[in-house]
Nanobody, 125 residues
């Protein structure tokens, strides 16, 4: 599967952005989809994930209640709606995918096989 993230940009603190991830391939519906981010000088960290069925979502504590992940099977898209943005949300955001495993750690970037190219989100104070 190939992934392409978009939607990043510059926004003031308190503002909103919606990131999109376009996925190619007919097996999109069978993948766990995740969003990760990496700030300068920091390791890549988990942001959110959604199960292959779309019935389960997972969030990092730092974004819980502010970000929402969703997927559109008809369009092969995954979205990350980001509200109440903070300067500490500034990072390059990546979407990722993998075939689900019962034993996988959904928040670990090492569990994901496919990655998009990243989109930069900058939140000004």
């Amino acid at each position: 599967v190939q992934l392409q993230a978009s939607g990043g940009g510059l926004v003031q603190a308190g503002g909103s952005l919606r990131l999109s991830c376009a996925a190619s391939g007919r097996t999109f519906s069978s993948y766990v989809m995740g969003w990760f981010r990496q700030a300068p000088g920091k390791e890549r960290e988990f942001v959110a994930a959604i199960s292959w069925s779309g019935t389960s979502t997972y969030y990092a504590d730092s974004v819980e209640g502010r970000f929402t992940i969703s997927r559109d099977y008809a369009k092969n898209m995954v979205y990350l709606q980001m509200n109440s943005l903070k300067p500490e949300d500034t990072a390059v955001y990546y979407c990722a995918a993998r075939v689900p495993l019962a034993t996988m750690t959904i928040s670990s970037p090492y569990e994901y096989d496919y990655w998009g190219q990243g989109t930069l989100v900058t939140v000004s104070s």
